[in-house]
């Protein structure tokens, strides 16, 4: 039997965090159960107001978020805060598949488009690493706003 995964974030702000990857993932944030967002509305804008209706503190209106891929197909992206920060390296990251089918320079070019979007964004360029066939074909590590790596594959 196949199983589907949610990969959970810890962060100090996810709201923040989960608009990032959205964006960096051509995801959606979606909006509070039984909602549909109007065009243009901004789901975090229904959450506020779903979260108010509902009797919860403002001050925990930024506890949880999520981010999830508008067909279902990927992963859904949780995203719940802790009061501690980010102390060491990540031991699991995702790589973002950039430039599938690439190769070479056209390869990295496709990925120092998309680390510039992304640093646009708030994300933060660590290291080009270039290609070594056969072993590489080449990537560019990242950190999200949060400090958590990541890379553009």
């Given at each position: 039997m196949i199983r589907t995964i949610q990969v959970t974030f810890d962060a100090h702000d996810p709201e923040a965090l989960s608009r990032f990857w959205a964006a960096a993932?051509?995801?959606v944030n979606p909006p509070p159960p039984g909602h549909e967002l109007e065009p243009g509305q901004d789901p975090?804008?229904?959450w506020h107001d779903f979260l108010a209706r509902a009797g919860v503190p403002e001050s925990e209106w930024n506890s949880a978020s999520a981010a999830q891929d508008p067909d279902g197909h990927g992963p859904r992206l949780f995203f719940q805060q802790v009061p501690?920060?980010?102390s060491a390296k990540n031991r699991v990251h995702l790589d973002l598949r950039a430039a599938p089918g690439l190769e070479g320079e056209e390869r990295?070019?496709?990925l120092e488009a998309e680390c510039g979007r992304l640093v646009a964004l708030g994300a933060t360029r660590v290291e080009r690493h270039e290609p070594s066939p056969p072993m590489?074909?080449?990537h560019i590590v990242m950190t999200d706003p949060e400090g958590n790596e990541f890379c553009l594959d």
């Open positions: 993932m051509g995801y975090f804008d229904a501690e920060g980010k990295m070019a496709a590489t074909a080449g």
